[in-house]
């Protein structure tokens, strides 16, 4: 008796832990976040929370508690309907940009994510991203590869400084755009009264986007600490108060 006791109460103290740290205790929450990211790269689609719970034997609400941890974690990003919005570099809405291979359409979370997105998924080389200049509507297309950037004379502008996009991150992707070149960023500033961030080239932007998520679609998939993100930043050329990482050189 004492021993299976002992054994309860050492069970709730787990159990307290675990609630403590905020984990799911009814599946595994990497497994989830790995089928919502599979079927977006493969299908550039989010499952249910529906499907999800069928897939995994489990409750709806039991799944919708995972999906709250792995957003709570900055894995991904839920509507106000508990669906995913989204898991970067994909979204499930416009952000601006279409991305295509040659079996699947994506909507791409940002222009960062966008020429992420042919890096990332496996067994494509290339993809093609569609967008329109946020200032003048002009309609803009590259063939982003794996190996090299794509020519243009476009400009990349993001709006929200790094330490500040997970304030909310829906508006800081909403505002990682392309546009025609410095005088469009210039005029679209001056018509919406926003503050100009950081611009940059499409090569820099295809460096920034060319390695940032390796690793998302493996099991145990680890976020970057702050100081490994100013470090990337600054491999990829970007460098200043924007970037979180003045003190480093660009390389
Ligand atoms: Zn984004
Ligand atoms: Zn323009």
Same mark, same amino acid.
């Given at each position: 008796?004492?021993?299976?006791? %002992?054994?309860d109460?050492?069970?709730v103290?787990? /159990? #307290?832990?675990s609630?403590?740290?905020?984990?799911?205790?009814?599946?595994?929450?990497?497994?989830?976040?790995?089928a919502?990211?599979?079927?977006? *790269?493969?299908?550039?689609?989010a499952?249910?929370?529906?499907? $999800?719970?069928?897939?995994?034997?489990?409750?709806?609400?039991?799944? &919708? *508690?995972?999906?709250?941890?792995?957003?709570?974690?900055?894995?991904?990003?839920?509507?106000?309907?508990?669906?995913?919005?989204?898991?970067?570099?994909?979204?499930?809405? @416009?952000? +601006?940009? *279409?991305?295509?291979? @040659? #079996?699947? $359409?994506?909507?791409? +979370?940002?222009?960062?994510?966008?020429?992420?997105?042919?890096?990332?998924?496996?067994?494509?080389?290339?993809?093609?991203?569609? =967008? =329109?200049?946020?200032? !003048?509507? =002009?309609?803009?297309?590259?063939?982003?590869?794996?190996?090299?950037?794509?020519?243009?004379?476009?400009?990349?502008?993001?709006?929200?400084?790094?330490?500040?996009?997970?304030? @909310?991150?829906?508006?800081? !992707?909403?505002?990682?755009?392309?546009? !025609?070149?410095?005088?469009?960023?210039? @005029?679209?500033?001056?018509? =919406? +009264?926003?503050? #100009?961030?950081?611009?940059?080239?499409?090569?820099?932007?295809?460096?920034?986007?060319?390695?940032?998520?390796?690793?998302?679609?493996?099991?145990?998939?680890?976020? #970057?600490?702050? /100081?490994? &993100? /100013?470090?990337?930043? /600054?491999? %990829?050329?970007?460098?200043?108060?924007?970037?979180?990482?003045?003190?480093?050189?660009?390389?």
């Amino acid at each position: 008796m004492l021993g299976i006791a %002992a054994y309860d109460l050492a069970m709730v103290a787990k /159990a #307290r832990r675990s609630a403590k740290k905020g984990t799911w205790m009814h599946a595994d929450s990497e497994a989830v976040r790995l089928a919502v990211y599979q079927q977006l *790269a493969e299908r550039g689609t989010a499952p249910s929370t529906v499907t $999800l719970a069928e897939q995994f034997n489990v409750a709806v609400p039991d799944v &919708a *508690a995972a999906l709250r941890d792995l957003e709570h974690e900055r894995h991904l990003v839920l509507g106000g309907d508990g669906a995913v919005e989204l898991a970067h570099p994909f979204a499930t809405r @416009d952000f +601006g940009f *279409a991305v295509k291979s @040659d #079996r699947t $359409l994506w909507w791409g +979370g940002c222009a960062w994510d966008a020429f992420a997105i042919p890096h990332l998924v496996p067994g494509i080389s290339s993809a093609l991203v569609a =967008t =329109t200049c946020p200032a !003048c509507s =002009t309609a803009h297309a590259w063939n982003v590869h794996v190996d090299v950037p794509p020519p243009g004379e476009q400009v990349a502008h993001f709006l929200m400084p790094m330490a500040h996009v997970w304030d @909310d991150v829906v508006h800081a !992707c909403e505002h990682q755009r392309i546009f !025609c070149d410095e005088a469009c960023v210039y @005029d679209w500033l001056a018509r =919406t +009264g926003n503050e #100009r961030g950081a611009v940059f080239s499409l090569e820099q932007l295809w460096r920034l986007a060319s390695g940032w998520y390796e690793g998302r679609l493996d099991r145990g998939y680890e976020r #970057r600490e702050p /100081a490994q &993100a /100013a470090a990337y930043f /600054a491999s %990829a050329g970007l460098v200043g108060p924007f970037w979180g990482n003045e003190d480093l050189q660009s390389t």
